[in-house]
């Protein structure tokens, strides 16, 4: 499943964008923010391999969940990755998330790809909220929350064992 914005192209991960991948998930910076669910990858070959995992899960998941690349048309470069999954542990919620290279940060990017993902996302029957779960000292994460719309509806411990800071998104609160 693709979905193209007027920048960017959101598409399937594949193992061949593993260097363009490394300076996302490889990025100090970036990995903090997805402990415990996701460590920082730390070499090509780690994330080769977590690649070919989320191409082989791809077909597992029921739709909106899913994980894209984020491809920048205009060069065919991923500048970052996003992703609807459950969270755990009782995987009732969806979580929304996004990721970005250094150097792709600032352009309008998160919020492009996040927008017409969450677009999409509730054309799926049964998807009325998402979730973004974002650690208190993520100012960055809460920032890109509160530009798409999301409401912020509470701090809870429920998930990955931490306290979070919890922004919902319905369809009539996404910002155009």
């Known amino acids: 499943m693709e979905i193209r914005t007027e920048r960017l192209l959101l598409r399937p991960w594949r193992v061949a964008d593993a260097t363009d991948a490394l300076r996302v998930y490889g990025d100090g910076d970036v990995a903090r923010w997805l402990a415990p669910a996701m460590q920082r990858v730390t070499d090509l070959a780690?994330?080769?391999?977590?690649?070919?995992?989320?191409?082989?899960?791809?077909?597992?998941?029921?739709?909106?969940?899913g994980r894209w690349a984020v491809e920048?048309?205009?060069?065919?470069?991923?500048?970052?990755?996003?992703?609807?999954?459950?969270?755990?542990?009782?995987?009732?919620?969806l979580?929304?998330?996004?990721?970005l290279?250094?150097?792709?940060?600032?352009?309008?990017?998160?919020?492009?790809?996040a927008r017409a993902l969450a677009h999409w996302a509730f054309r799926v029957p049964g998807t009325v909220e998402v979730f973004a779960v974002v650690h208190a000292t993520n100012d960055r994460g809460a920032a890109m929350a509160r530009r798409l719309g999301m409401e912020w509806v509470g701090e809870t411990d429920k998930y990955y064992e931490r306290t979070l800071q919890v922004y919902?998104?319905?369809?009539?609160?996404?910002?155009?």
């Not at 920048?72 to 919620?93: K, N």
């Not at 979580?95 to 990721?99: S, V």
């Not at 150097?103 to 919020?111: E, F, M, S, T």
Request: no cysteine.
């Open 46 to 65: 780690q994330m080769e391999e977590l690649l070919a995992g989320w191409a082989a899960d791809a077909g597992e998941l029921d739709p909106p969940a």
């Open 101 to 113: 290279a250094a150097d792709a940060r600032g352009q309008g990017y998160a919020v492009e790809a």
């Open 95 to 99: 979580e929304f998330a996004w990721q």
């Open 168 to 176: 919902r998104l319905r369809q009539a609160d996404l910002v155009e």
């Open 72 to 93: 920048r048309q205009s060069d065919g470069r991923v500048v970052g990755g996003m992703a609807l999954m459950v969270i755990p542990p009782w995987e009732q919620d």
